[in-house]
Antibody, heavy 118, light 110 residues
Framework: EVQVVQPGAEMKKPGESLQISCKGS????????IGWVRQRPGKGLEYLGI????????TYSPSFQGQVTISVDKSISTAYLQWSSLKASDTAVYYC???????????WGLGTTVTVSS | QSVLTQPPSASGTPGQRVTISCSGS????????VNWYQQLPGKAPQLLIY???QRPSGVPDRFSGSKSGTSASLAISGLQSEDEADYYC???????????FGGGTKVTVL
């Protein structure tokens, strides 16, 4: 079965760092890009960026450039989304999705709920 | 404020046809293909329509998509109670070099 698996939840304090993961299975991980999407409580979907596992090339949404870091370790079929200093406004569900050409998010993870609170 | 404009809500009775619009510009819908995602309550989004009008395996044929110029539409024919969900259009924007989502449309089955 083709799937991308994410941890369920993370709870952090403002100023702390965090890395969440997205592990692909059931397909050739290096062949498909991985995208990240944010959904704040009660709000719509926001695109953060895309990474190509093949060459680690990353494209960020202009709205999120410098706010997060996207990386990948293709040896373990895992992509990552990282924050160096969390803010309360980063509280949201973060989804990763496999991307088929050109930009079709065809397989979604269940999402990681990130809660940032003092 | 989303780059793509969708109505915030739509509704219909079981069996009716509901249409959701998605309005963009020449840098996104006007030059790239549109995808639609369905998000059931409390669930992750899932692909509903890709490349303007293609249905993934398993998606009922009562869902259809179309595109004309800088606008796209999603139609649900024969509305069913399990179609109550949020629906999002999405497309690559050449000016932003990014995927852009519509604000989402909440469909209610009366």
């Amino acid at each position: 079965e083709v799937q991308v698996v994410q941890p369920g939840a993370e709870m952090k304090k403002p100023g702390e760092s965090l890395q969440i993961s997205c592990k692909g299975s059931g397909y050739s991980f290096s062949t498909y890009r991985i995208g990240w999407v944010r959904q704040r409580p009660g709000k719509g979907l926001e695109y953060l960026g895309i990474i190509s596992p093949h060459d680690s090339d990353v494209t960020y949404s202009p709205s999120f450039q410098g706010q997060v870091t996207i990386s990948v370790d293709k040896s373990i079929s895992t992509a990552y989304l990282q924050w160096s200093s969390l803010k309360a406004s980063d509280t949201a569900v973060y989804y990763c999705a496999r991307i088929s050409v050109p930009t079709v998010m065809d397989v979604w993870g269940l999402g990681t709920t990130v809660t940032v609170s003092s | 404020q989303s780059v793509l404009t969708q109505p915030p809500s739509a509704s219909g009775t079981p069996g009716q046809r509901v249409t959701i619009s998605c309005s963009g510009s020449s840098s996104n819908i006007g030059s790239n293909t549109v995808n639609w995602y369905q998000q059931l309550p409390g669930k992750a989004p899932q692909l509903l329509i890709y490349t303007n009008n293609q249905r993934p395996s398993g998606v009922p044929d009562r869902f259809s998509g179309s595109k004309s110029g800088t606008s796209a539409s999603l139609a649900i024919s024969g509305l069913q109670s399990e179609d109550e969900a949020d629906y999002y259009c999405a497309v690559w924007d050449d000016s932003l070099d990014a995927v852009v989502f519509g604000g989402g449309t909440k469909v209610t089955v009366l």
